[in-house]
């Protein structure tokens, strides 16, 4: 039975984190709302897990950005200054926060994923000179903060805030922000997986196999070639995070439609 | 200046090798636990092993960073990257005392 589990978890990892793989997006955002609403885990629990899996995932990505020079170090561990201290606030607020307000935050930060979609699909990537001046450093820090806190309370990477953080504050080339946010995903949420592995609210049974899927499916689904057009498959991405978005609403409300009855 | 690119990009080559290893080392230990877990209790520990290496892999990294910046001795960098290793272990001494609460 526990078995049966384990192999259905790792199959989900694999799925989510191969269509991310294909579209270039990190699928650690799909982990929680599986977890909590399709295996009916408790959320601290599926938050734990996540993380783990969003260390996994980064870590396996980031080699070829390094060999490539993408990767803007400097820049990266003195952000890093920010999320891991914005993760550690956030190890202490999930102890406070009830479950019900951690579902609406979630549901949020869907939709600002969903919305961030259509606005990539619109316009062009806008190529920016290559010789990068590094601006407002101290709006950046604060951004980072606050992805770090957002990291460690949901167990999301935060690509999602910092790629944009870096875009907006410190007038990065796309690329650079998008190696650079993902070299930092990893300190952030090791930060935030240290102290809930250390409280024992790692559940090995949860994490392992969700871990070892998502690194088989990103490194699956950056290789694979599918016949369905980027744009669909990017239009059905943003249907399912504002599915999953109106689903984690409903479940802070502890109205629940999909999954077994209780 | 084109020194210091030369020596920065070693230590992108460096970490490179460090997390492709390390990623391919501990999902190796996920994978042999999930497997042993079929015919033995010991399964589990050891998959447990592999998660703790995953979360280590990162401090690792950061650990990497701060040596290689000592050497040569840029020290502001070396600085930063001492704070984050410190917020690192603050993070894991709070919560293993939260643990024991």
């Known amino acids: 039975m526990q078995i049966g589990m384990e192999s259905w978890l790792f199959v989900a990892a694999l799925g989510t984190s191969m269509l991310g793989g294909v579209l270039g997006m990190a699928s650690g955002i799909f982990i929680v709302p599986i977890l909590t609403m399709f295996a009916r885990i408790d959320i601290h629990t599926a938050v734990g897990a996540s993380l783990v899996s969003v260390i996994a995932c980064s870590c396996a990505s980031a080699a070829p950005f390094l060999k490539e020079r993408l990767t803007d170090i400097r820049l990266a561990i003195l952000l890093e200054t920010a999320t891991t201290a914005g993760a550690l606030c956030g190890v202490f607020l999930a102890g406070l926060i009830p479950a019900k307000y951690l579902f609406f935050l979630f549901a949020f930060i869907l939709l600002l994923s969903a919305q961030q979609m259509l606005a990539r699909r619109r316009e062009a990537a806008p190529q920016r000179d290559v010789s990068h001046p590094v601006r407002r450093v101290p709006l950046g820090m604060t951004l980072m903060y606050g992805a770090g806190l957002i990291s460690a309370l949901l167990g999301i990477g935060s690509g999602v805030l910092k790629i944009p953080a870096m875009d907006t504050a410190l007038r990065l080339p796309i690329k650079v922000s998008s190696a650079t946010s993902n070299f930092m995903i990893g300190v952030t949420a090791a930060a935030s997986a240290a102290a809930y592995f250390a409280r024992g609210e790692i559940i090995t049974a949860v994490a392992a196999p969700i871990a070892l899927g998502s690194v088989a499916g990103a490194v699956l689904g950056a290789r694979i070639l599918i016949a369905v057009p980027a744009q669909r498959l990017r239009l059905m991405f943003i249907g399912i995070l504002v599915m999953l978005a109106a689903q984690m609403m409903l479940a802070a409300f502890g109205i629940q439609l999909i999954g077994p009855a209780s | ?101």
């Open chain 2, 1 to 101: 200046m084109s020194q210091d690119r030369a020596l920065s990009g070693r230590l992108e080559q460096l970490l490179a090798g460090l997390l492709h290893h390390g990623t391919l080392g501990a999902c190796a230990v996920v994978a042999a636990g999930l497997a042993l877990a079929f015919w033995s209790t010991e399964g589990m520990r050891v998959a447990t092993a592999g998660i703790a290496l995953f979360i280590l892999l990162p401090v690792v990294r950061v650990g990497v960073m701060l040596v290689f910046f000592l050497r040569v001795r840029d020290h502001r960098y070396a600085a930063i990257a001492a704070l984050v290793l410190l917020i690192l272990s603050i993070s894991f001494l709070v919560g293993a005392r939260w643990g024991q609460a």
